[in-house]
């Protein structure tokens, strides 16, 4: 199955720093482009970070640029947004997308379910 899996999210105080994972399944991600989302309820979806040219450009929104970074580990088909110095309004359901997967001449917008962080003060 085609699909993307977030997880690692949770319940952090101000300051604090957590880890999310996306996993991809039925494809390798790594070598796609891909963007991280997040939506607090009752905002707009925001663009968080947006990954192109194979992981040789990472663009971040200002609100976590200096704070949040980017990682990967293709043995296990992941990337990992890490979250440093965590504020409560990064408090959101956090996504991981890639939107252009290609299968052979079929082409999708894939999306995760997303993932829970809640930041308090």
């Known amino acids: 199955q085609v699909q993307l899996v977030e997880s690692g999210g949770g319940l952090v105080q101000s300051g604090e720093s957590l880890t999310i994972s996306c996993a991809a399944s039925g494809f390798t991600l790594s070598n796609y482009d891909m963007n991280w989302y997040r939506q607090a309820p009752g905002k707009e979806r925001e663009l968080v970070a947006r990954?192109?040219?194979?992981?040789?450009?990472?663009h971040f929104v200002d609100s976590v640029k200096g704070r949040f970074t980017i990682s990967r580990d293709n043995a296990k088909n992941a990337v990992y947004l890490q979250m440093n110095s965590l504020k409560p309004e990064d408090t959101a359901s956090y996504y991981c997308?890639?939107?252009?997967?290609?299968?052979?001449?079929?082409?999708?917008?894939?999306w995760g379910q997303g993932t829970q962080v809640s930041v308090s003060s």
């Open positions: 997308n890639v939107p252009n997967l290609r299968n052979g001449f079929l082409f999708r917008d894939l």
């Open positions: 990954i192109t040219d194979y992981y040789s450009t990472i």
